[in-house]
């Protein structure tokens, strides 16, 4: 994987670089279309502020089981992101890995140029927006903020960083509950605590969850974090009675959902609709060159699944071929008619 984490600032177009698509968003969707763009014979340069490719997946749920993408009965989150990676790979993708998108602009010649906030600028035939929820900011936790880092986690990219920990799970949804029994075959003790009896976890989650035995404390919330250096104690208040009990901790997970929005993409002058991209049956937006795919579109009938995602990705970089080359043919063949 060719990564342009140290790409020199410049505000100078010339040393753009150059490339015929370029992605923004290295989740699932970009990734499959930074693999479809070179199918096609472009050039593809793929930008994201994560470090590291697989976007939500990778940051929240990588040994999550996923069932609804096709071919594939069950699959980790971490391995589908492997396997996007690797079938793009023949194409040499250049990845912008921690660069946020802040700019866009059109040159005389009509190709977007899009500046990062680490000073790159990526000059292309065509951008295609593939960034899921767009900007995800996790929720914290009040009484842990000071301990972020030592000990205090919002995301486990590895459960094996965990293990013979006391973890203490706090949430009552599915990030919750999933990371609570994706730590219990490491962690020396899991407890999880929600601040009501009621919780936004799927049933089957929660069953799993009591199954292994997994102690969930409800009516409860995180009063305090304690540890001279590192949490070492989570305090835990009854909403009601107000009694406290102290419970061992080596990690806290903090699983209290996240706050999403476009970022700078909202400034850019695209069509939004209920804080989505608008687009139309080509995946293309008003902006010219411009395309988008994924969870961060909005179209009537819109359903938001890894699974659709993958479609408007390939719609949209064969729209996006076209626009850059009108003779270029809309539809490239099947990959099957490809010599290898």
């Given amino acids: 994987m060719s990564v342009l984490s140290d790409v020199p600032a410049s505000t100078d177009e010339s040393r753009a670089i150059e490339t015929d698509i370029l992605i923004i968003g290295a989740g699932p969707v970009g990734l499959y279309g930074a693999y479809y763009a070179g199918f096609r014979g472009l050039s593809v340069a793929v930008m994201d502020v994560l470090p590291q490719c697989g976007g939500q997946i990778s940051a929240m749920y990588p040994e999550k089981p996923i069932f609804d993408i096709a071919g594939f009965p069950a699959v980790r989150g971490r391995d589908l992101v492997a396997n996007l990676v690797a079938q793009a790979e023949p194409y040499a993708p250049r990845y912008l890995l921690g660069h946020r998108a802040v700019e866009l602009s059109h040159g005389p010649d009509g190709r977007p140029v899009v500046r990062s906030d680490q000073g790159a600028a990526v000059r292309a035939g065509a951008v295609v927006i593939s960034g899921g929820v767009g900007t995800f900011?996790?929720?914290?936790?009040?009484?842990?903020?000071?301990?972020?880092?030592?000990?205090?986690v919002y995301f486990v990219p590895d459960p094996a960083d965990h293990t013979d920990h006391d973890v203490?799970?706090?949430?009552?949804?599915?990030?919750?509950?999933?990371?609570?029994?994706?730590?219990?075959?490491?962690?020396?003790?899991?407890?999880?605590?929600?601040?009501?009896?009621?919780f936004r976890a799927h049933h089957a989650s929660v069953a799993k969850?009591?199954?292994?035995?997994?102690?969930?404390?409800?009516?409860c919330e995180v009063s305090a974090l304690h540890g001279p250096a590192h949490v070492e104690q989570v305090e835990v208040r009854h909403r009601t009675t107000k009694a406290t009990r102290l419970l061992p901790a080596r990690t806290v997970v903090a699983a209290l959902g996240f706050i999403a929005d476009l970022g700078p993409l909202q400034n850019w002058g695209l069509t939004l609709t209920a804080r989505k991209i608008a687009v139309d049956t080509r995946m293309a937006t008003n902006l010219p060159r411009v395309f988008a795919a994924g969870d961060i579109t909005d179209y009537p009938g819109k359903v938001r699944l890894i699974a659709v995602g993958f479609g408007e990705v390939a719609t949209a970089v064969n729209n996006a071929a076209t626009a850059i080359d009108p003779d270029a043919a809309l539809f490239p063949g099947h990959s099957t008619e490809k010599e290898n």
């Fill in 137 to 152: 900011t996790p929720r914290p936790l009040p009484a842990g903020e000071d301990y972020l880092g030592r000990g205090q």
């Fill in 209 to 219: 969850v009591r199954g292994l035995g997994i102690e969930i404390i409800t009516d």
């Fill in 168 to 198: 203490v799970v706090v949430g009552g949804g599915d990030s919750a509950f999933d990371w609570a029994a994706t730590l219990a075959p490491v962690a020396r003790s899991v407890k999880l605590v929600h601040r009501t009896g009621r």
